[in-house]
């Protein structure tokens, strides 16, 4: 992991819409007056939300502001978690778990089919700047092994042709079945529940 | 009490301490990078470790309460072996740079790896790489060197106020920074320098000029604001190298401001190193004893009531001290003052013109109210006690008048004279806070002091607290902020001759009325020059060289021994760390000298015979009683605060290089790439 860069291009502006502003003061109201820079993570979120999942400087800005904590505090939490994206990403976001029970079963060969269909580099957008793709740690999902997050679903038990299969109907705008593509149930055995079943 | 035993050693305690302090306490020396007594304790350096009986893992003594019947080891196996392994790890990542790094010599690390470090690597891998981060023109970054101990994220947090520096990254890519690589906006900042226990952070104007072993140290006294924070001269040869803090906690504790450690590059520029006198609009070099002829046959042919002198803002008291007898017993004239602004003073009492609450117990206070002061830039070490007390007990601030960012919050009552005369007749809500207040603080600034009623507004507010009893033996509550180093030291030895508190010599000047005026490295003065020999006694050709027909070369401060008094009125001496440029000479020496040409007497035979009949003058200081009329002169007018130039407030920022990027930074200009 290397320190996160900041985008080049930053918007000027960034105000939360009015659902996210009720929504925000709700997650301050949960903290305690006086404690509502506990809150900064939840707007963070919250912002990555509505600003097609990254956050720009001004939000950063506009959080600070909002909790009243100088702008270096904000700036901090959003660079050391992870799934904070300070640079744009695709409309599909997808994140590859490259840890080792899913490298065992094959993550790199996803990392490949990515490569080819998405972007050379991670954290770069494709042609035609729809989609884009990460390396990340456990997703914990192991026993479903290789595992593969696209916006908030998992996408389970796959290889390189089936990866590559979901990223052409992601170009073509098509819809894409979440769960297990070995046709499991949740985290079951392919051949059927062994345990814990009804005697 | 607790008890405690380190090392087999028997101690008690108070309660409330750290492992690490007791071990200090009994002797023990315990390393630590992040541990700073003064900032928060944030334990991440893992170097004081210790080993603490009945537990299996060694602990960080800095992050550990003490109680009550613990057993602390720090000289065993164990806590080697733990300070090893935590030295190689900070290593680990370390580059091995001290040969070319300005730390070198001083460096905490390098210190401790030879005392409790290995002296070999294991460590084959990459180092890892980080880029310099800007923090303005003052800090100069190789951040390579971090070794995250986070003490200048928590000096700028918890001391300056500015919370700028933050850690963005996590684990070993955590970098420091300041926000978006700005420049870091305090009139504190260079202390992350010395802070830094790597060479991370690094004096940028010092940079690659000496080691530490090569410099010749002074410890001395700072004149660049009325506070007299204690430094140490580094000088190499002539040349002041820099200027560090020196630990006094009853004035400065371990800071000093930016203006202190930067402003000394102005001891090197603009110098006069020989005598000058104007002829035909240009300026000639002369010998000393023909300009002392100049003096004399001037002064001859002039009676003795057209001639005036002004002493300056970074005079020494010595100085002073002679300037006032060459003028009574030489001149034989009364028009010598030290204010270059209309100020009112009533020397009467001394404690009508210094800071009274002591700078150690401003944090005790429970109300603060600036009236006519920014303290943050007219005496930045003052300005961290009032946050101090901010932060200690959420002490209520007034100021009047907007005065900008002071580092803490504060509220603004409107900067009018009506409103001090309605707190006074207890007509406002302030009233009842001063009433209520225990300790409350009252802070004039000199701009309050230069308003027209000021005599009023000053008498009254004193009137007033002495009545709610809020001046006694405890607790003096009204304080009078001065803004140079020469100040109160003028007052002390009765500088300001005039009869009625107003500064006449000034608007006598001011009229063109004298025919011989001496300025006493006096650079403040705006005067229109009409006929008037002007002598010119200092050590920069600054404002007051300019208009000078003669000029001879005085010192500056790193240059002769001398007394000053802060704004507490306590007395200490700066001594001398370097000499004289070229022909130029100790300042009380060309005035006995300058005596001695006229009257063929020294007024002292020597300095320590000038010192004593000094020190004497003060011991046996009878105030003169003059009659301050109190004449009902109210007057509705608005107090505004000066805009004080923090970074060109004395001749020597003015010279300095370093002061002028600081405050081209401040105010956002750009370079015109003529400046060399």
Redesign the interface.
Same mark, same amino acid.
């Given at each position: 992991?290397?320190?996160?860069k900041i985008s080049k291009i930053q918007p000027n502006n960034f105000e939360f819409n009015d659902e996210n502003f009720t929504l925000a003061e709700k997650f301050i109201s949960n903290y305690p007056k006086g404690k509502q820079k506990s809150a900064v993570m939840a707007l963070l979120y919250i912002a990555q939300k509505q600003n097609n999942n990254w956050i720009p400087?001004s939000a950063m800005k506009y959080i600070a502001n909002f909790l009243k904590?100088? *702008?270096?505090?904000v *700036?901090?939490v959003a660079?050391?978690y992870s799934m904070y994206n300070l640079t744009p990403v695709g409309k599909y976001f997808i994140q590859v778990c490259t840890t080792t029970p899913c490298m065992i079963r094959g993550a790199y060969k996803l990392v490949e089919a990515c490569k080819e269909k998405i972007s050379k580099d991670e954290k770069k957008l494709s042609s035609t700047s729809d989609s884009s793709w990460i390396e990340v740690e456990c997703l914990g999902a192991c026993v479903n092994a290789p595992v593969v997050q696209i916006n908030d679903d998992y996408y389970e038990d796959l290889n390189k042709e089936k990866m590559i299969k979901i990223l052409d109907k992601i170009k073509k705008n098509e819809k894409i079945q979440p769960g297990s593509y070995r046709g499991r149930k949740n985290s079951e055995p392919e051949n059927g529940r062994k345990a814990l079943i009804r005697t | 009490m607790l008890k405690v035993k380190v090392n087999d050693i028997d101690l008690e305690i108070e309660e409330g301490l750290t492992v690490l302090q007791a071990c200090e306490q009994a002797g023990a020396e315990i390393p630590r990078f992040c541990y700073h007594e003064k900032l928060s304790i944030a334990g991440n350096c893992r170097m004081c470790l210790v080993e603490m009986e009945k537990s299996p893992k060694p602990i960080a003594s800095c992050a550990m309460p003490a109680f009550d019947g613990m057993k602390i080891k720090t000289n065993t196996p164990l806590v080697e072996k733990a300070r090893k392994g935590v030295m190689e790890f900070l290593l680990a990542n370390h580059p091995l740079d001290c040969p070319v790094c300005d730390q070198g010599g001083e460096c905490d690390l390098q210190d401790q790896s030879m005392f409790y470090g290995i002296d070999k690597s294991r460590f084959k891998e990459n180092k890892r790489e980080v880029p310099e981060k800007y923090m303005g023109p003052l800090i100069k970054t190789q951040m390579t060197r971090c070794i995250h101990c986070t003490r200048c994220i928590r000096f700028a947090q918890e001391i300056a106020g500015i919370d700028e520096i933050g850690a963005i990254g996590r684990g070993e890519d955590m970098q420091i920074t300041t926000y978006l690589e700005k420049t870091m906006e305090s009139e504190l900042s260079a202390n992350v320098v010395d802070l830094c226990p790597v060479g991370a952070l690094t004096s940028k104007p010092y940079v690659f000029e000496a080691r530490p072993w090569e410099l010749k140290k002074t410890e001395s006294i700072d004149v660049m604001d009325a506070i007299g924070s204690n430094i140490r001269v580094d000088t190499y040869g002539w040349e002041v190298k820099r200027i560090l803090p020196r630990i006094n906690e009853n004035i400065n504790e371990e800071w000093i401001s930016d203006k202190t450690r930067y402003a000394c590059d102005g001891l090197k520029n603009q110098r006069i190193d020989t005598p000058l006198i104007k002829t035909n609009n240009t300026y000639e070099k002369i010998e000393w004893n023909n300009a002392f002829n100049k003096i004399f046959e001037k002064i001859k042919s002039t009676p003795s009531n057209k001639i005036a002198g002004l002493t300056g803002d970074l005079t020494n008291m010595e100085t002073l001290f002679i300037v006032k007898e060459f003028f009574n017993k030489i001149i034989k004239s009364k028009n010598l003052d030290c204010r270059s602004e209309n100020i009112y003073v009533n020397t009467n009492d001394r404690k009508n013109y210094i800071f009274n609450t002591p700078l150690n117990r401003i944090e005790e206070s429970d109300l603060i109210i600036l009236v006519g002061a920014n303290p943050r830039f007219e005496a930045t070490i003052l300005n961290l006690k009032i946050r101090q007390s901010y932060i200690k007990n959420k002490t209520e601030i007034y100021s009047f008048g907007d005065v900008g960012e002071l580092t803490y919050p504060y509220k603004i009552i409107k900067n009018k004279t009506d409103i001090i005369r309605e707190i006074i007749e207890d007509k406002h809500d302030l009233s009842l806070a001063i009433k209520n207040s225990k300790k409350p603080i009252i802070i004039l600034g000199q701009s309050l002091l230069k308003i027209k009623s000021s005599k009023y507004v000053f008498n009254e507010i004193k009137k007033y607290l002495k009545k709610n009893n809020k001046i006694n033996e405890d607790w003096q509550s009204l304080n009078v902020l001065s803004n140079n180093a020469s100040t109160v030291g003028s007052y002390d030895l009765d500088i300001n001759n005039s009869e009625n508190f107003d500064s006449t010599v000034l608007s006598k000047i001011q009229n063109n009325e004298f025919d011989i005026i001496f300025l006493f490295g006096q650079d403040n003065l705006k005067f229109k020059k009409k006929n008037e020999f002007v002598v010119y006694i200092g050590s920069h050709g600054d404002n007051g060289a300019e208009i000078a027909d003669l000029i001879l070369p005085g010192s500056a401060y790193t240059e002769q021994d001398g007394y000053y008094t802060n704004l507490e009125g306590k007395i200490q001496k700066a001594y001398r760390a370097s000499y004289p440029p070229g022909e130029a000479k100790e300042d009380w020496k060309i005035i006995n000298e300058l005596s001695s040409f006229i009257k063929g007497k020294n007024l002292f035979i020597n300095k320590k015979d000038l010192d004593e009949s000094m020190l004497q003058y003060l011991k046996l200081k009878k105030t003169k009683k003059f009659n301050d009329i109190l004449d009902n002169q109210f007057q509705s007018e608005d107090i505004l605060v000066d805009h004080f130039d923090y970074y060109y407030s004395n001749v020597i920022a003015r010279a300095s290089l370093t002061m002028t990027q600081c405050r081209n930074e401040k105010l956002k200009l750009n370079k015109t790439g003529t400046e060399g």
């Open positions: 992991m290397s320190i996160k400087l904590i100088s *702008y270096i505090k *700036y901090e660079t050391f | -």
